[in-house]
Structures are given as C-alpha cells and as structure tokens.
C-alpha cells in the first residue's frame, strides 16, 4: 500500500499570505495525485487532479505541483474562506489512499 | 444537476451489520464509478473502495476485505456499501463519492451517513 505523509501537520497563516503544503508518497504515484478541501461538517471538496489540473470551478489561487514521490499544494494568497483542512490523496491499479491532512487555520 | 443522496444516520451494536445507500441523479450512473470512504469522529479521510455501477465490479482496501460489501440496483441508480462484524472503532461518518471518469478521482460527494456503533 502507498502510504501518503503531510507536512506540516498544522499551519498558522493570516488572510493574504501565501500557503505552501507538501505531500510524500512512500513510492513514485507518477501525476495521479488529487487535493481536497474539507471544512467542518462537511463534505470533501476536489480542488486539483492528476497533480496540477484545478477542478472545474476552483479558483486560480490554488495550484499544484510535483511528480514521483514530492507534491505541493500552493494557495497564493490566503481568502478566510481558505482555512480548512486539506488532503492529498493518490491513485494506483484501482487503489485510493488519502494523506493525514494538513489544518490551515488564522494565525 | 448532479447529486448524491445517502441513507439516514444509522446505530448499531457491536458486532452488528449496517447498510448504508446512496442515490444518484442527475447523471448516467453507469457512467461513473462510485467510491466509499469514512471519516471517524476528529480524523482523517479513509477510503474503503469502490465499485463500477455497470458492470459490479470492486475494488476493497485491504483493512476492509472479507468485512465491506459494495453493491449497486441500476434500475434505482443506487449503490450500496455494506460493513459487517462492526466494532467501535467503526463509528463514523460513511460518504460516497462519484469518480471521475478514467481518472476515478472524486468530484462529487454525498453529505454523508453517520454510523454509530455501541453497546
């Protein structure tokens, strides 16, 4: 099983700043690598897919980058409707694993 | 428009069985795997498995085979996930969640069914 780590676990930032969030897999996942978005009491939201394509609706301040093994989740400058928790999550032969999450919240 | 509508929150007690349903709309359900994934109380996402609405076939995390079931009724555009032999770790919120086409990610989510199980 590939095995998703976060990092940071936890990210103090005000509105307008500039968030950077990683995500390692345990082995090459090659692109096939999503981001979510998730607030409290509800449900997950796509934000990127196949590591850099945004999902339709998502806006331009979230983009996403990497390959292989080491992945960035970027969020230009942060609007209050940003602090959430979000997810990277891969795919492999019909196999899903999601990372521990990173919590971005107000500083 | 596209949405998923799952079955009311559900307790059970330990060693018990749920079943937990999902209904799509607004899409052509064969068209679109489904997968189910979980999230206890304060943790992250766990995704279970998923299924093929065409054809049945699954796909199950290896924490949960021998203990989910997935299943669909085309004729009612719903999928169902069964998990048995429940504990109480299994507490939790189930979501299913519409995959992309050939990429499977998930870009439509049902609100979600809470489970809980207790003695």
């Known amino acids: 099983e590939i095995v998703l780590t976060q990092s940071p676990a936890t990210l103090s930032l005000s509105p307008g700043e500039r968030a950077t969030l990683s995500c390692r897999a345990s082995q090459s996942v090659s692109s096939y690598l999503a981001w979510y978005q998730q607030k409290p009491g509800q449900a997950p939201r796509l934000l990127i897919y196949d590591a850099s394509n945004r999902a339709t609706g998502i806006p331009a301040r979230f983009s996403g980058s990497g390959s292989g093994t080491d992945f960035t989740l970027t969020i230009s400058s942060l609007e209050p409707e940003d602090f959430a928790v979000y997810y990277c999550q891969q795919r492999s032969n019909f196999l899903f694993t999601f990372g521990p999450g990173t919590k971005v919240d107000i500083k | 428009q596209v949405q998923l509508v799952q079955s009311g929150a559900e307790v059970k007690k330990p060693g018990a069985s749920v079943k937990v349903s999902c209904k799509a709309s607004?899409?052509?359900?064969?068209?679109?795997?489904m997968h189910w994934v979980r999230q206890a109380p304060g943790q992250g996402l766990e995704w279970m498995g998923i299924i093929n609405p065409s054809g049945g076939s699954t796909s199950y995390a290896q924490k949960f085979q021998g203990r989910v079931t997935m299943t669909r009724d085309t004729s009612t555009s719903t999928v169902y996930m069964e998990l048995s032999s429940l504990r109480s770790e299994d507490t939790a919120v189930y979501y299913c969640?519409?995959?992309?086409?050939?990429?499977?990610?998930?870009?439509?989510w049902g609100k979600g069914t809470t489970v809980t199980v207790s003695s």
């Open positions: 607004g899409y052509t359900f064969t068209s679109y795997y």
């Open positions: 969640a519409r995959g992309i086409r050939f990429s499977h990610y998930m870009d439509v």
